[in-house]
DNA sequence: TTCTACCCATAGATAACCTATATATACGTT
DNA sequence: AACGTATATATAGGTTATCTATGGGTAGAA
């Protein structure tokens, strides 16, 4: 969710992602290489992002992927669940909390 | 963090624990049992739950679980670091996310 | 030339989940 | 008396995703 997330700002290389997710985090969440690499295939597989070869502004080769309508349309799905997610255990929480 | 929480409103069975997460949640989480004992174990390993056999109001032995006081430290901690990531996930969340 | 930041990718260990299964009892219904 | 349902504990095995560790490689600054 997030990594679709980061993309549906703007495409995005690998390395790119990680440092947005971890700098708007406050350094909270860190996306490591063997877990963010691994997800980024799965997105592919799954059709939710497209990956394209180019040059970054420092001039270097790397692979900048983009959200295609299908993953903005999943990120959608993503963002609904989390919420629904986080909204049930507010309320499993919420109850006696204070105790 | 759900378990330790529901134990500290009151010691319950795991049967009891997995109703009232479910109960409380409205069927959005649901704790399976291969999931449950489990955990349940790890907690006692841990020292943050003791249990006892007792009988149900029903009249049927169950395994009583209560929370220690390594395990409401335990649950202050789980808490703490549970709001700090819904945060942070919030605030990767929140750039844009209207687009 | 050496170091740091930038960039991709995989192997292997670890951890936790879910599905499926086994066991067993209380109670109401048929 | 037999049957079904809800109650209750527990483990085996497969799946999934993470992290650690590693390997390769480039641009630019010190």
């Known amino acids: 969710m997030l990594i679709l997330k980061t993309l549906n700002r ?4 690998g ?5 947005s997710i971890k ?6 969440l860190t996306v490591e290489e063997g877990s963010l690499y691994p997800a980024l295939q799965r ?8 990956a394209e070869w ?9 692979r900048f992927y983009t959200l295609t309508a299908a993953g903005r349309k999943q990120l ?22 204070e105790a």
């Open 23 to 28: 700098r708007l985090s406050d350094d909270v």
């Open 54 to 62: 180019k040059m970054t502004e420092t001039n270097r080769r790397a």
């Open 10 to 13: 703007a495409p995005l290389h």
């Open 43 to 50: 997105l592919l597989l799954q059709g939710w992002v497209k």
């Open 15 to 19: 390395y790119g992602i990680a440092l």
């Open 76 to 97: 959608g799905v993503e963002l609904t669940q989390f919420e629904q997610m986080i909204a049930a255990i507010g309320r499993v929480l919420q109850d006696a909390q």
